[in-house]
């Protein structure tokens, strides 16, 4: 409880009624967003691409010979891939806002008279925020309380210094200028580093502080960095070779043939076919489809690029308390200094006056209106004894948490009295123990008792009372002369997920190390329930006597850390990045943001971690579980599995598409395929690389797989390899049907006909083979994927259509086909679908051979 009359708990606030109201009238509390891509936006970017450029061109020269039909279908197939890349896009971008939701500041308002966490975008006008150290502003407040309270400004004042903040005692007044200490205004985008406070909103949104300068808080990156890097070099160097080799037909077309608008139409073909345009579009889908399906299992990716980072991680550093534990704290022991103990719903070995003692002290050295799940304990079991705390009068002092005295001190002015004070304090035994300046063997005896409390694995917190009087109040609680009243223990049961989620982690070759604040023993006790190594824990104090390259060392064997401050983390991540691994990290505290930026993967508790750990880093868990981070790692490793499918994919059709654009002008023989022929196959790759391998289910293996290479492409040369040879296999079948059907003396109408179908069905069977990197005809027919069995019917229907529709049918020029003819093009599909999933099995079982070898 903050100091004056007007706490918390008197303070009602906003009704739901009004606070929707104001809601409607002045807007959600955002800025706003100049980077959104409307659909007229995303129309404007898809008309620049390639790919539509050719379809265009190829439509205008169909004009130019008189072929109308010929010119409208593709400029329909020119509208229909914008269609579809539109709804795509948007589609993703649907995505990305509702993370961009997810990834506004929270806010913990007061309304009806109640605390209730909200959405930052949801405070209005006159809603009163409770702030507390690590919080982020959401909005310009007047200050009706503030205790200790200090902002860092420096994102509006670009002073890093923080700042004092006043409470307004005045009433309302203007809205004052960001800089200056004892301002009684906190400013949206600040950050509470110290203290606690409430104040009323007085302007959001644009109207705010932050929102007449323009600045933005932070946003979502729609794609990795270096993997945008790798597509569109990867792109940029096949449309110089495509558009060289398309020059190149043109030319010979032209000089052999003495046709130049079915010359350009051919160079047109050729360059379509081998332009592969799908890189950037799959990977814009994958990286916001995949943090879409990860925010499905409460985890918010806050930066893409964390979804391909999530399969290399080597070492997943984690707290204790909530995040392995259940965060539902509950005294289960106390003792006194006597030596004298009591379980909790057992019989007591001593009078229970003193164990009452321990519990009301703790009561006074917790918030009045608590949140924190050890001072609940304290208020739960006060509760439970029918014991109010002693009468006293409002909180005078308050001296918080420091790195340099673990321990929490509040001083209450005495009921009946002017200038006497009640002083309760509790923290780590050993602070306590500084407070009530005790001797070698009163210190000896209490280690001993602590000892015997955490090797049952009780949190222990000490407990100490004092008193005061006079006018004036001392400005450390080490001034205070105090007196040791006993400990409590407190156990945090282990989350029931942890073990088998640990397990995993061993399984899937990715060490767990256990970062807490909690007593060494306590830490070796969870980790051992865990099933984490815990044969030795380090402790902060000894992490300090270490320099970096003795810590490096250390961390090799080490997975146990014990009586950690949030800034020590960041030296253990420096120490294990300095050993080589892929480090994610998680935090929920201001000091914690450090470590949370330096690590691979930064992984902030969304629960009960500050606004500033979320926005130093990439992934925040909505739950605080510990198993939602293996998800999380199991989700990354499959979304990247996907991408590199669906890359695969791509490079194995492009290769039969191109071959069969060149074959004909290479050996003089009639055309099989023109833009309208190709824009046909765009229609199916697109959807099938960007929708079906996207929903593929993961792996048998993937979590028994070493984590991957950080260093390791995307488009490695075996991936490149083994796309180039199913294309290949696939292109060299069809290639011999449509030279020996024309040997035959099929019209040639019919030989296009066959030949693509043929074509179309050996890319069907190219999807089947790519669905899976192991070998299994069983799996790759069978395995379930709900988007494969949409499209494999809506390929068959167009196919159909073709065929049977004798406009379709003169519009592709393509001839009749028989029964017999449909059934060799399924033999044909499913020979290439055999062949390739035989060589896979034969790659599979030499590269067994050679790792029993080694």
Same mark, same amino acid.
């Given at each position: ?107 913990? +308002? ?58 307004? +005692? ?31 909103? +007085?302007?959001? =949104?644009?109207?705010?502080?932050? =929102? ?399 606004? +500033? ?54 050996? =003089? ?186």
């Amino acid at each position: 409880m903050l100091a004056g009359s007007n706490s918390p708990s008197r303070l009602r606030g906003l009704t739901g009624a009004e606070a929707a109201a104001r809601l409607a009238a002045e807007g959600y509390n955002e800025l706003p967003q100049a980077d959104r891509r409307t659909p007229f936006r995303i129309i404007l970017e898809v008309l620049r691409e390639p790919m539509l450029s050719l379809l265009i061109a190829a439509g205008l020269i169909y004009l130019a010979l008189g072929d109308v039909k010929e010119a409208l279908v593709l400029l329909a197939f020119a509208c229909l891939s914008v269609a579809i890349t539109v709804f795509q896009e948007a589609r993703t971008e649907r995505v990305l806002e509702a993370l961009r939701d997810l990834t506004s500041p929270r806010a913990l +308002v007061i309304r009806d008279g109640e605390r209730r966490r909200i959405a930052g975008r949801e405070v209005v006008c006159g809603d009163l925020i409770v702030f507390a150290e690590g919080d982020r502003v959401p909005a310009d407040a007047r200050l009706i309380e503030a205790h200790d309270l200090q902002a860092d400004e420096s994102l509006l004042t670009g002073e890093a210094a923080p700042v004092r903040k006043t409470a307004d +005692v005045g009433g309302p007044q203007a809205l004052l200028r960001p800089g200056g200490d004892d301002l009684p205004i906190a400013f949206s985008g600040t950050l509470i580093v110290r203290g606690a406070g409430v104040g009323e909103v +007085v302007a959001t =949104g644009a109207a705010s502080e932050i =929102g007449k300068i323009g600045k933005s808080l932070s946003e979502l990156e729609t794609a990795a960095p270096h993997l945008q890097r790798q597509t569109r070099k990867l792109v940029g160097i096949f449309a110089l070779f495509g558009g060289a080799v398309s020059l190149l037909v043109v030319g010979l077309y032209a000089t052999l043939r003495g046709d130049w608008l079915d010359a350009l139409l051919a160079g047109i073909a050729v360059g379509m076919s081998m332009l592969p345009q799908e890189f950037p579009v799959v990977l814009a889908v994958f990286m916001a489809m995949g943090a879409w399906r990860i925010s499905q299992v409460r985890v918010l990716t806050r930066r893409a690029s964390a979804i391909e980072a999530l399969g290399s991680a080597t070492v997943l550093c984690t707290d204790k308390t909530g995040t392995l534990t259940e965060n539902r704290m509950t005294i289960t022991e106390l003792r006194l200094p006597t030596g004298a103990r009591r379980r909790i719903g057992g019989a007591a070995d001593a009078s229970s006056s003193g164990f009452d003692d321990v519990v009301a002290f703790g009561v006074l050295a917790s918030a009045a209106e608590p949140f924190d799940p050890m001072e609940k304990a304290f208020h739960a079991l006060a509760r439970e004894n029918g014991r109010a705390p002693a009468q006293h009068g409002p909180l005078a002092k308050l001296f918080p948490l420091r790195a340099d005295l673990l321990a929490v001190t509040h001083v209450w002015r005495a009921s009946g009295a002017e200038e006497a004070y009640v002083v309760a304090a509790k923290g780590a035994p050993e602070a306590i123990a500084e407070l009530c300046r005790l001797g070698p063997k009163e210190r000896a005896a209490l280690a001993t008792a602590v000892d015997e409390m955490a090797e049952a694995g009780l949190r222990v917190l000490g407990v100490a009372r004092a008193s005061a009087a006079g006018p004036g109040l001392p400005d450390s609680p080490r001034d205070y002369m105090f007196e040791f009243i006993g400990l409590a223990g407190l156990s945090d049961p282990l989350r029931k997920s942890v073990p088998a989620a640990v397990a995993l982690c061993r399984t899937a070759g990715v060490r767990v190390v256990m970062i807490t604040g909690d007593y060494p023993a306590t830490a070796r006790a969870i980790a051992q329930q865990a099933g984490i190594d815990s044969d030795e824990a380090t402790t902060g104090a000894e992490l300090e006597k270490l320099d970096d390259a003795a810590l490096a060392v250390r961390m090799r064997t080490c997975s146990v850390f014990a009586r950690v401050m949030p800034d020590q983390k960041l030296r253990i991540v420096k120490a294990l990045k300095a050993n080589g691994e892929v480090v994610a990290m998680t935090g929920d505290g201001v000091n914690d943001a450090p470590s949370l930026k330096a690590a691979d993967i930064g992984v902030a508790m969304g629960g009960r971690g500050t606004d +500033v750990a979320r926005e130093a880093s990439s992934i925040v868990l909505l739950d605080d579980d510990f198993g939602s981070i293996v998800t999380t790692i199991r989700l990354g490793r499959r979304i990247y599995d996907n991408l590199r499918k669906a890359m695969s994919f791509i490079f194995a059709v492009h290769v039969p598409i191109a071959g069969l654009a060149l074959l004909p002008l290479a050996l =003089g023989m009639p055309i099989v395929l023109g833009p309208m022929h190709i824009a046909f196959l765009e229609m199916i790759i697109d959807p099938v690389c960007s929708l079906v391998f996207e929903a593929e289910v993961e792996e048998d293996d993937l979590m028994r797989r070493r984590p991957r290479d950080p260093g390791e492409p995307l488009f490695s040369s075996a991936m490149i390899l083994w796309a180039v040879l199913q294309g290949a296999f696939a292109f060299g079948l069809v290639a011999m049907i449509y030279v020996v059907a024309l040997g035959r003396g099929m019209p040639e109408d019919e030989v296009r006909a066959l030949t693509f179908f043929s074509l179309v069905i050996s890319i069907v069977a190219l999807i089947f083979v790519n669905r899976s990197t192991s070998p299994s005809l069983a799996k790759a027919l069978l395995r379930s994927n709900q988007a494969l069995a949409v499209a494999l019917p809506a390929v068959a229907a167009m196919l159909a259509i073709t065929l049977l529709w004798p406009m379709a049918s003169d519009l592709f020029r393509f001839g009749p086909l028989h029964a017999d003819d449909i059934l060799f093009t399924l033999g044909v599909g499913f020979a290439v679908l055999v062949v390739l999933e035989l060589l896979k099995y034969l790659g599979a079982r030499r590269g067994r051979i050679q790792e029993a070898r080694q």
